[in-house]
């Protein structure tokens, strides 16, 4: 760290060297077993937007917890426009100005608008009673400050993520919150919603709100932030202005090794055709998907969120079955009702939503991972091979350089990146010639994403077909040897891997 | 990584069993009867192997449902029509188990039937209305509350139109039997074991987790979660018809208002047990000392000469206890973020 000395050294022994407006000192967090936080700082100036980075497990959601009031400190000080305060749960931080964003959204999926944004403050009439014209009448003067297009009347479960998103940024600016936490809020947006975010974004910070952003994503970092603290194992490593550092300075603070090759593709021995889609429709969804996919090839699939990938995934493995259309295998036409259909032909899919559709959270690691392989032996009359299969569950922690000191352990006390490789696991140990990977590294850290991506190309030279969903176009033109790309539903071109390109893809993706 | 450092409490919890708190339960209640019966009645309370005996034999009913109703519960549902599935079989099982010494039998040319008549009736019948709830939760995807609401009227209802509310009485002796001395006992630790094995060391089992912690997570693993859902709604109604044929051959009479509130009682040991209201947690030998627990209980106030009607309120106490402390328990553990 040596050649990164911060290019503005921050005031030493609690003496603010500016106008902070949220300044934490010596925080320290421990929980049963995990020392979350050890004697973490951080300083969010007015007008700012300030990014935490770290791996998973670095220690950023504890201490944004802590910021919104979630999660009380061991130790340590937290000092708000220059005065020390003691935060007494989230609503006590609302009231003081700090409002958190919530990865997963935090609002009454049938109440309307208004009433999300108003709830306890509502407007009451001569009665007493709510008046609603009202309310309405206040939330459009608010979204029109902030250049917000939604109905105050809409019911929230009519509304996109993105839209949703929107309402709660409006509610804490309606709170007149000067510190705002986002935590990822593009992780499920599409570009042109991202933008949009941005602009929203960039209007805050000309009004004087902080806002501490969490990312995963380099580039908006790079687009969006003026500041950035890195977190590593839970201690501070440094802060810095983005416009001085290189994408691999951030890399090296975060993992604190280098990292030679994010995406490191190994050439691959492409051979026969072993997935033949023709004509693959689901009316509304997708239509008309045709393609080839060879032993040894991987296939990147690359669209906007909602352009319909996941749902030719899901179709193929049986989970929505398409309704027209053929799938060969082998030149074999197959029929895939179910998962347990597309399994019986050797297919497997890593689900996009790890928390949804892959982890049994109350579960063990064990059985989160040999789930799937009891299809397929390892069960002799209904009693399981646990022994066996124990055994060669180890062995896959073991390559997959899980980190958990036992398999015995429940699932949900890993970190995303470990639990992505438990799921994957599972997978493998079905031994399938056709994988199917929908974001497999959505939200984990650098180094479990590079663990992953060098996976991915050593099961595609022994012969495995992949077919792999990103919305991030520098891992799906890292690890591809060709790439669909999808619009609205419809498959808008392949591309090779010698011609393809961010701005082909974009081209193809968002015309 | 940080979570290299959850080792230790791992570690620890590994040699201590889940079931060990549950057990400790089972003992301090003991305790607790054991040293108030010195105190109020001059007597202990488990030097009496009789009182023990009469005790396992009034909770072996509840226990065989019991054993139905938390594998159920361990796939996210909850099954409300064991008791009246109970009062349905063992009205219609008896009446095919009439003797001939009788003269006003149901059926006067279906009496003295060997044994396995009434039995396959009673099993056939729970097993049909099992197979009923769980088609009409897995199919239609109604509520299991509802779906077995419903089954808990209706059984109800057919068990006091079997005769128009009377009950049927002069069993056959080999009938009898299935209901005399330990025979309810053994045959509830019997079913208690099997579905302890199936659970833990089956697919089945492995199956009946997975759908309780994620149904989505386990229709993408090829599990066929409508058909296992039927499966384990039908071995609950199967277990109910078992336990309607244990209580009317114990009783030797069958009545439709048998059975009432054992669902109820059934729920509160596997709860009581350890078994998780949300699904996906749950052990049978869990369940099997949660009945123990409700049985000493019962057998304790009487032992003491406590008013039946606070006995009840007792008991309701306890089962909202036993919740309470689970949400606990999955808070502390969660915490770790």
């Known amino acids: 760290m040596n050649s990164m000395t911060p290019p503005q050294t921050l005031g030493q022994g609690g003496q603010p060297v500016g106008p902070y407006l949220l300044e934490i000192e010596g925080i320290r967090k421990e929980f049963p077993g995990v020392l979350a936080l050890n004697d973490v700082q951080f300083r969010l100036r007015p007008g700012t937007v300030h990014a935490l980075m770290g791996e998973n497990g670095a220690g950023k959601s504890t201490l944004m917890k802590i910021i919104a009031g979630i999660y009380t400190p061991d130790r340590g000080t937290i000092r708000l426009r220059g005065e020390e305060v003691e935060l007494n749960g989230p609503l006590d931080a609302l009231k003081r100005g700090i409002a958190m964003i919530h990865q997963e959204l935090a609002l009454m999926t049938w109440m309307t608008v208004a009433e999300n944004i108003w709830i306890r403050r509502e407007p009451k009439n001569a009665f007493g009673l709510i008046d609603h014209r009202k309310m309405a009448e206040q939330t459009r003067e608010l979204f029109d400050q902030l250049k917000i297009r939604i109905d105050p009347t809409a019911e929230i479960s009519t509304l996109t993520v993105a839209q949703r998103q929107m309402v709660e940024i409006a509610k804490a600016v309606s709170y007149q919150s000067d510190v705002l936490i986002m935590d990822e809020p593009t992780s499920a947006l599409t570009e042109t919603e991202v933008d949009h975010l941005f602009d929203i974004i960039r209007d805050l910070r000309a009004r004087g709100i902080g806002i501490v952003y969490i990312t995963h994503k380099m580039n908006e970092l790079f687009e969006i932030a003026d500041e950035f603290s890195v977190f590593r194992d839970g201690t501070y490593v440094g802060t810095h202005a983005s416009a001085d550092v290189t994408r691999d300075d951030i890399i090296r603070m975060m993992v604190g090794r280098e990292i030679t090759d994010m995406f490191p593709k190994e050439e691959a021995k492409i051979t026969d055709v072993i997935l033949s889609v023709e004509n693959l429709t689901l009316p509304g969804v997708f239509h008309g998907i045709t393609f080839d996919l060879r032993k040894g090839e991987i296939l990147g699939v690359a669209g906007l969120v909602g352009s319909g990938r996941s749902n030719v995934a899901e179709a193929l493995f049986g989970v929505v079955p398409a309704t027209e259309g053929t799938i060969r295998i082998d030149g074999r036409p197959v029929t895939i009702r179910s998962s347990a259909d597309a399994m019986r032909e050797g297919m497997a899919l890593l689900t996009e939503d790890r928390k949804e559709t892959g982890c049994f959270l109350q579960l063990s690691i064990l059985e989160n991972m040999q789930i799937a392989a009891l299809h397929q032996g390892h069960v002799k009359a209904g009693f399981v091979d646990e022994q066996g299969l124990t055994k060669l569950c180890e062995d896959m922690k073991g390559r997959l350089r899980v980190k958990t000191p036992n398999l015995d352990e429940r699932i949900e006390n890993l970190s995303g990146g470990n639990q992505q490789k438990v799921l994957i696991a599972r997978w493998l140990l079905t031994k399938p010639r056709i994988l199917i990977l929908d974001e497999p590294t959505r939200g984990i850290d650098v180094g479990a994403k590079a663990e992953i991506h060098r996976l991915i190309s050593k099961l595609a030279q022994e012969g495995v077909a992949v077919i792999m969903i990103s919305s991030e176009l520098p891992e799906v033109l890292g690890m591809s040897d060709r790439i669909l790309v999808m619009h609205e539903g419809h498959m808008t071109g392949i591309l090779d891997r010698a011609e393809a390109n961010q701005v082909k893809i974009m081209e193809l993706a968002a015309r | 990584m940080a979570n290299v450092q959850i080792e230790p409490v791992a570690r620890t919890r590994r040699k201590l069993p889940q079931e060990l708190n549950i057990l400790s339960v089972l003992v301090g209640v003991a305790l607790v009867f054991e040293l108030l ?143 005399s001395g330990a025979w309810p006992v053994a045959i509830f630790l019997l079913v208690a074991i099997i579905f302890h094995v199936a659970l833990r060391y089956t697919r089945y089992g492995k199956f009946t987790y997975a759908i309780g912690a994620n149904p989505q997570a386990a229709r993408v693993s090829g599990i066929n979660v409508q058909r296992h859902l039927i499966t384990v709604y039908a071995i609950a109604g199967l277990l109910s018809g078992l336990a309607g044929i244990v209580t009317a051959a114990r009783a030797e009479t069958a009545q439709a208002g048998m059975g009432m509130m054992y669902e109820l009682d059934a729920i509160a040991a596997a709860v009581i047990g350890g078994t998780s209201l949300s699904g996906g947690r749950g052990r049978i030998f869990g369940t099997v000392i949660g009945t123990m627990i409700l049985g000493l209980m019962m057998s304790g106030f009487t032992f003491l000469r406590v008013d039946a009607y606070y006995q009840e309120i007792v008991k309701g106490l306890i089962i909202v206890a036993a919740v309470v402390a689970d949400v606990y328990r999955q808070k502390a553990r969660t915490k770790k973020a």
Do not use: C
Request: glycine share 12%.
């Open chain 2, 37 to 179: 019966g010195w105190i109020f009645q001059g007597q202990s309370f488990l030097m009496n192997p009789q009182r023990l005996t009469i005790m396992i034999l009034q909770v072996s009913v509840v226990g065989i449902i019991a054993v139905g109703v938390t594998q159920v519960i361990i796939t996210g549902g909850i099954d409300l029509s064991s008791g009246s599935i109970v009062a349905m079989t063992a009205m219609v099982a008896m009446s095919f188990a009439q003797s001939s010494d009788y003269a006003r039998a149901i059926y006067p040319a279906l009496t003295d039937m060997p044994v396995i008549v009434p039995l396959a009736v009673g099993l056939g019948l729970g097993l049909l209305a099992g197979i009923i709830n769980g088609s009409l939760i897995a199919i239609t995807g109604i509520p299991p509350f509802i779906a077995t609401l419903g089954m808990m009227v209706t059984a109800r209802g057919i068990a006091k139109w079997y005769t128009k509310g009377q009950p049927i009485s002069f069993p056959t002796e080999s009938f009898a039997k299935i209901g």
